[in-house]
Nanobody, 120 residues
Framework: QVQLVESGGGLVQAGGSLRLSCAVS????????MSWYRQVPGKQRELVATITSGGSTNYADSVKGRFTISRDNAKKAVFLQTNSLKPEDTAVYYCNAGVTGYELVYNTYWGQGTQVTVSS
């Protein structure tokens, strides 16, 4: 069983920052790509940022230059530093990871989500 647990969300004023964290645990042989998504009510979940096992990153155009994704392979964790936050960044942020388990079977897993609210 693999679990992802996010933390770090909260309420912040426009222009502020938050650092989101996601810890992965369980029977893990290898963690492949890790990503952050976000979702607002009534809309589809959208990809915010991805980081590969080799450290390559990719960002949604709406967050480029403001958000930074990073990972700590030793701690099995991924982070999202969010700066210059805007009210339109308000959403539930979800962590996603591609994991190869001890049985060498690959699956993707989701965290439970953490709320980010940006006030104007």
């Amino acid at each position: 069983q693999v679990q992802l647990v996010e933390s770090g969300g909260g309420l912040v004023q426009a222009g502020g920052s938050l650092r989101l964290s996601c810890a992965v645990s369980g029977r893990i042989f290898r963690i492949n790509s890790m990503s952050w998504y976000r979702q607002v009510p009534g809309k589809q979940r959208e990809l915010v940022a991805t980081i590969t096992s080799g450290g390559s990153t990719n960002y949604a155009d709406s967050v480029k230059g403001r958000f930074t994704i990073s990972r700590d392979n030793a701690k099995k964790a991924v982070f999202l530093q969010t700066n210059s936050l805007k009210p339109e960044d308000t959403a539930v942020y979800y962590c996603n990871a591609g994991v190869t388990g001890y049985e060498l079977v690959y699956n993707t897993y989701w965290g439970q989500g953490t709320q980010v609210t940006v006030s104007s």
